[in-house]
Every structure is written in structure tokens, then in C-alpha cells.
């Protein structure tokens, strides 16, 4: 159970864009009868154990979250569901979601399990990619753009396929935010070649390394 979230911000997926940095995803309900909650169904209990301890009384949107088990074992399909004030269904199934980040073995190994800070890592973006469309990004999907940024340097003489680094606000709160917002969207693919079909899927994970260490070379 989800309790405090702002429902005239917060939808299905942006809640999504926040628990899926603690474990697979299943299932999604707001519930219209209880204003400002919701039900999750994760993969596993250690997955919703992850997001209790990780995530309980963050702030976002003015509000404060607060997660619990429920007594329910698992979500049922709603085949018609009621829409939230952003005009979102309600209701939403991420089983078959290619943004769940623990779908095996290999892929839940590369997640770093950290509780929410102001600095994120970004990875999976246009190669090219500078500050100036870093800002606009965030701005343009609602988010606080951030106060710092940093593009790591390539580390191939040919070119990377894809680029990464970090972004950094002066506070928890906007960098949460932020993340719920940005996290999972959309970039346009610069190559001529690829004709719009496959853009970048811009990806963000809270970082345990602050900007300042970065800058003066600290690991």
C-alpha cells in the first residue's frame, strides 16, 4: 500500500518511474475510494521490503509517502479503469515492461540499492547529449531542471553508442521529483538513419557519488 501521494501530479507511472529502482513492477491501482492511495504488487517480498525501507516518508509533491504491506496478495486485472485529473487510467499492468530492472539474474545485479539523495545517475542517452539538452529535457517533461550536471567523457576512441553522468539539485525533494517525472522518457534518436523508430530511453538512478566528489576526482 501507497498512502500520501498527490494524485493531481503523481499517475501510474510516474509512481513507476520511482519503485522500479528497488525491484520488478507489477501491477499499479489508484484507488478512487481513498483519495491520494494506491496498491503496488512488486515481483517478490524482498522487492517490496526494498522499497519500505528505502522509500517511507520521502517527500514529493507536498506530500509525505508512506508504504505498507497489504493484506492482499496480488492485483487483479481492471479491465476498465477510472481516470486520475491528469486524464491517466488508474490502473495500469507492468509485467510485460521493458523498464523493470530485476527481470533476471544479470540485470538486477547492476542496480545499486540506495535510498533517495539529490544527486541522480542518468545513463542510456543520446550520445551527444550536452547540458543544454539535459535542462531542457527535465524541463520539458515537468521536472526542476538541474542546478548541476555533469557528462562523463567517452571512453572509446570510436564513439559511444550512448551516453551518461550525473545531475544534481541542492535539495532531496526536487531530485525525487525530478526522477519521477524524467525517469523512462523518451529522446529523440539523432541518427539520420533511424528514421524516429527508435528513440533513447532516458534512464535515472539515485547516485551515491555528489557531484563535488566527481569534479575533484574522488571514486
Known amino acids: 500500500m501507497v498512502y500520501g501521494l498527490n494524485t493531481d501530479t503523481v499517475n501510474p507511472d510516474r509512481l513507476f518511474n520511482l519503485l522500479c ?4 513492477v507489477v501491477r499499479i491501482k489508484f484507488l478512487m475510494s481513498k483519495e491520494g492511495s494506491a496498491m503496488v504488487q512488486m515481483g517478490d ?3 517490496v521490503g526494498r522499497v519500505i525501507n528505502n522509500l517511507s516518508n520521502v517527500q514529493a509533491f507536498g506530500k509525505r509517502l508512506q508504504f505498507a504491506v497489504s493484506k492482499q496478495a ?5 479491465h476498465k479503469p477510472r481516470s486520475l485529473p491528469d486524464g491517466t487510467p488508474s490502473f495500469k499492468d507492468y ?3 521493458r523498464n523493470n530492472r530485476y527481470m533476471n539474474p544479470e540485470a538486477a545485479s547492476k542496480n545499486r540499492i540506495l535510498p533517495p539523495c539529490k544527486t541522480l545517475h542518468y545513463f542510456n542517452a543520446p550520445p551527444k547529449m550536452n547540458e543544454a539538452d539535459i535542462r531542457d529535457l527535465f524541463a520539458r517533461c515537468g521536472g526542476h531542471p538541474p542546478d548541476e550536471v555533469v557528462i562523463f567523457p ?3 576512441f570510436t564513439g559511444e553508442k550512448s551516453s551518461s553522468g550525473l545531475v544534481q539539485w541542492n535539495n532531496k525533494t526536487d531530485a525525487i521529483e525530478a526522477l519521477m517525472f524524467v525517469n523512462h522518457a523518451e529522446v529523440e534518436n539523432p541518427d539520420i538513419y533511424s528514421d524516429g523508430k527508435y528513440p533513447f530511453i532516458f534512464k535515472l538512478c539515485f547516485s551515491m557519488n555528489p557531484i563535488s566528489d566527481e569534479r575533484h576526482g574522488k571514486e
Request: charged share 10%; no cysteine.
Open 21 to 24: 529502482l528497488y525491484g520488478n
Open 45 to 47: 517480498s524482498a522487492s
Open 95 to 97: 509485467s510485460g515492461s
Open 74 to 78: 496480488y492485483l487483479q486485472e481492471v
Open 154 to 156: 567517452s571512453k572509446s
